[in-house]
């Protein structure tokens, strides 16, 4: 059975910086893709980050290139995102999921309760 815990989120001030963790489990990590993506209240869900299954490349959406690093731990079945010089915008309800394959451009397969992060002063 599929499961996917997050953790990490919590209330920080703008500029702070907040590190997400997902434990997975039921399934090799290493073979599926694995993404974060975050839904505010009234928005529609956005994918954020990405990392490939087996050559471990990842993508991100525009908004948080070079503030935002995804990571992965085979060993210990977790991938994480550290998140750097947080903006109100950054405010929402991440997700960790998995996708269907080995490629970022495949498909959520399964996600998570989510963690909340709110950047706020």
């Known amino acids: 059975q599929v499961q996917l815990v997050e953790s990490g989120g919590g209330l920080v001030q703008p500029g702070g910086s907040l590190r997400l963790s997902c434990a997975v489990s039921?399934?090799?990590?290493?073979?599926?893709?694995m993404g974060w993506f975050r839904q505010a209240p009234g928005k529609e869900r956005e994918g954020v980050a990405c990392?490939?299954?087996?050559?471990?490349?990842?993508e991100y959406v525009d908004s948080v290139k070079g503030r935002f690093t995804m990571s992965r731990d085979n060993g210990k079945n977790t991938v994480s995102l550290q998140m750097n010089s947080l903006k109100p915008e950054d405010t929402a309800r991440y997700y960790c999921a998995v996708l269907l394959g080995r490629r970022c451009e495949d498909e959520y397969n399964d996600w998570g309760q989510g963690t909340q992060v709110t950047v706020s002063s």
């Open positions: 039921g399934f090799t990590l290493d073979d599926y893709a």
């Open positions: 990392i490939s299954g087996r050559d471990g490349n990842t």
